[in-house]
């Protein structure tokens, strides 16, 4: 199945009309938004069925795996927008100094106006609907962009999203990246991009022109260590799942495993059988082992099993785009396969002697989308204050972005911008100054020319 590039007249038509329903302020109310968010849980469900076999067709994901890592997760976005949202749109009273009585002041949010959410193929459902669920709370309209590169999940979300919201409303865009291009030729209010560092620079070069605020969900490097002090048997299992979720093509996957040098052989070998656990003796034949999306992707990561030595793992089968979960020894900090993202099953192993070496290994590069630590609390706590990632986890892996009530987001070359929850509604809004001034009484001070200016100056 192929995807059609959306025609440019189209595309003008859209988000000409998206701007005309924004300005009418159809989107502005408490009900609306409540009714939208409800809708969109309605079809949730109602399309369960056809969403987990597009997945299943285009990435070999489960159903069970799909229905934790993606249909859950906007699910619980969904109903927690739903359950706050009357709070969240309260106006928040600041104080207000002396120097301004008899003033009162607020904090208003308001829609920032007609959004362009761009999604990866990683997570084809959860990463453009999570998205949405906010737009949609923060009263905005929306023009979705999924990817082509998982062709069925795209054409159900563009069926499912057509059959429950106008197009005025919201709507949904296919194509490659020159439909990307002609997305963001055009104006829009704010740019949520999912993807990699290399397209993110081209987005905000893009929104820049406008000076359009984005959201920029990207990935890197994200570093798992494993010290000492760690459960090594834990670790293994919570590494091995993080790692072979989805097949490693996940934003916030372990990219790289530091190990202390004592730890090595234990750690690989209870990696080893966590993996047999996880997936069988076969994992070829796992029902819940995902493919690599594409041939590009597999020859791709396949070719990171050359920069360095085999000890776990290893096999491969082009014609299935199969990859075996793999732990590399004796890799070069320089090896492409540290310098890359690698959105595969591949995990490049380096070892450390000391807490100190481990750290300054993760500050002399780019800042990634997680940390993962496994070792002593105290320890770990230390680790995360000297270290800078979008989000982390101590003795575990992946399960930050698990909680809707915690941001998620990057930080330097991994992101900017955060969502979920509060954070989803927040992004997709202007936080506004309102200053309230009463006329039954209007004192002289502020005015020219400043007369008992001694006395105003006190108040000061």
Same mark, same amino acid.
């Given at each position: 199945? /192929? @995807?059609?590039?959306?025609?440019?007249?189209?595309?003008?038509?859209?988000?000409?009309?998206?701007?005309? =329903?924004?300005?009418?302020?159809?989107?502005?109310?408490?009900?609306?938004?409540?009714?939208?968010?409800?809708?969109?849980?309605?079809?949730? /469900?109602?399309?369960?069925?056809?969403?987990?076999?597009?997945?299943?067709?285009?990435?070999?994901?489960?159903?069970?795996?799909?229905?934790?890592? $993606?249909?859950?997760?906007?699910?619980? $976005?969904?109903?927690?927008?739903?359950?706050?949202?009357?709070?969240?749109?309260?106006?928040?009273?600041?104080?207000?100094?002396?120097?301004?009585?008899?003033?009162?002041?607020?904090?208003?949010?308001?829609?920032? #106006?007609?959004?362009?959410?761009?999604?990866?193929?990683?997570?084809?459902?959860?990463?453009?609907?999570?998205?949405?669920?906010?737009?949609?709370?923060?009263?905005?309209?929306?023009?979705?962009?999924?990817?082509? =590169?998982?062709?069925?999940?795209?054409?159900?979300?563009?069926?499912?999203?057509?059959?429950?919201?106008?197009?005025?409303?919201?709507?949904?865009?296919?194509?490659?990246?020159?439909?990307?291009?002609?997305?963001?030729?055009?104006?829009?209010?704010?740019?949520?991009?999912? #993807?990699?560092?290399?397209? %993110?620079?081209?987005?905000?070069?893009?929104?820049?022109?406008?000076?359009? &605020?984005?959201?920029?969900?990207?990935?890197?490097?994200? &570093?798992? @260590?494993?010290?000492? #002090?760690?459960?090594? /048997?834990?670790?293994a299992r919570r590494i091995a799942w993080g790692k072979t979720l989805n097949a490693g093509q996940t934003c916030i996957a372990p990219d790289y495993l530091l190990i202390h040098s004592s730890l090595v052989e234990e750690f690989t070998s209870?990696?080893?059988?966590?993996?047999?656990?996880?997936?069988? +003796?076969?994992?070829?034949?796992?029902r819940h082992f995902v493919r690599m999306v594409s041939d590009r992707a597999f020859d791709r990561v396949s070719g990171y099993l050359?920069?360095?030595?085999?000890?776990?793992?290893?096999?491969?089968?082009?014609?299935?785009?199969?990859?075996?979960?793999?732990?590399?020894?004796?890799?070069?900090?320089?090896?492409?396969?540290?310098?890359?993202?690698?959105?595969?099953?591949?995990?490049?192993?380096? +070892?450390?002697?000391?807490?100190?070496?481990?750290?300054?290994?993760?500050?002399?590069?780019?800042?990634?989308?997680?940390?993962? =630590?496994?070792?002593?609390? /105290?320890?770990?706590?230390?680790?995360?204050?000297?270290?800078?990632?979008?989000?982390?986890?101590?003795?575990?892996?992946?399960?930050? @972005?698990?909680? +809707?009530?915690?941001?998620?987001?990057?930080?330097?070359?991994?992101?900017?911008?955060?969502?979920? %929850?509060?954070?989803?509604?927040?992004?997709?809004?202007?936080?506004?100054?309102?200053?309230?001034?009463?006329?039954?009484?209007?004192? &002289?001070?502020?005015?020219?020319? =400043?007369?008992?200016?001694?006395?105003?100056?006190?108040?000061?």
């Amino acid at each position: 199945m /192929k @995807i059609e590039n959306t025609t440019k007249d189209r595309i003008e038509n859209v988000v000409r009309m998206q701007r005309e =329903y924004f300005a009418s302020g159809a989107t502005l109310s408490y009900e609306f938004r409540r009714r939208q968010l409800k809708k969109l849980q309605s079809a949730l /469900k109602q399309w369960e069925k056809p969403l987990l076999e597009a997945l299943w067709d285009d990435l070999h994901k489960s159903a069970e795996e799909a229905i934790l890592t $993606e249909l859950s997760i906007v699910g619980g $976005e969904i109903k927690n927008h739903i359950s706050h949202l009357k709070r969240w749109m309260r106006h928040e009273r600041r104080f207000t100094p002396l120097k301004m009585t008899p003033s009162c002041s607020r904090v208003v949010s308001e829609p920032l #106006g007609n959004a362009l959410i761009v999604s990866p193929w990683n997570y084809p459902v959860q990463l453009l609907l999570n998205p949405l669920v906010g737009a949609i709370s923060a009263g905005c309209t929306a023009v979705l962009k999924p990817s082509p =590169y998982v062709p069925k999940v795209s054409a159900t979300i563009e069926k499912m999203i057509s059959e429950n919201f106008e197009e005025r409303y919201i709507a949904v865009v296919q194509g490659n990246r020159e439909v990307n291009a002609q997305l963001l030729d055009k104006r829009f209010d704010i740019i949520f991009f999912t #993807g990699s560092p290399s397209l %993110g620079r081209k987005v905000m070069a893009a929104a820049a022109r406008n000076l359009t &605020p984005v959201v920029l969900e990207l990935g890197g490097k994200s &570093p798992c @260590i494993v010290d000492k #002090g760690a459960n090594v /048997k834990i670790a293994a299992r919570r590494i091995a799942w993080g790692k072979t979720l989805n097949a490693g093509q996940t934003c916030i996957a372990p990219d790289y495993l530091l190990i202390h040098s004592s730890l090595v052989e234990e750690f690989t070998s209870a990696f080893k059988a966590e993996l047999t656990r996880l997936h069988g +003796e076969d994992i070829r034949k796992s029902r819940h082992f995902v493919r690599m999306v594409s041939d590009r992707a597999f020859d791709r990561v396949s070719g990171y099993l050359k920069d360095g030595r085999v000890v776990v793992g290893g096999a491969t089968v082009r014609e299935e785009r199969y990859i075996e979960p793999t732990i590399l020894a004796d890799v070069s900090p320089s090896a492409p396969v540290m310098q890359e993202e690698i959105f595969g099953p591949v995990l490049p192993m380096v +070892e450390f002697e000391d807490f100190d070496e481990a750290r300054n290994f993760v500050v002399n590069r780019e800042k990634p989308l997680a940390l993962y =630590y496994f070792g002593e609390k /105290k320890r770990g706590l230390e680790m995360v204050r000297l270290t800078s990632s979008g989000g982390a986890c101590i003795n575990d892996t992946i399960m930050h @972005i698990a909680n +809707e009530n915690l941001p998620f987001g990057g930080v330097g070359s991994s992101g900017m911008g955060h969502y979920h %929850g509060r954070d989803s509604f927040d992004a997709f809004s202007h936080r506004r100054a309102v200053v309230v001034t009463p006329t039954w009484v209007d004192l &002289p001070f502020r005015y020219m020319p =400043y007369k008992m200016f001694g006395l105003v100056k006190k108040i000061l």
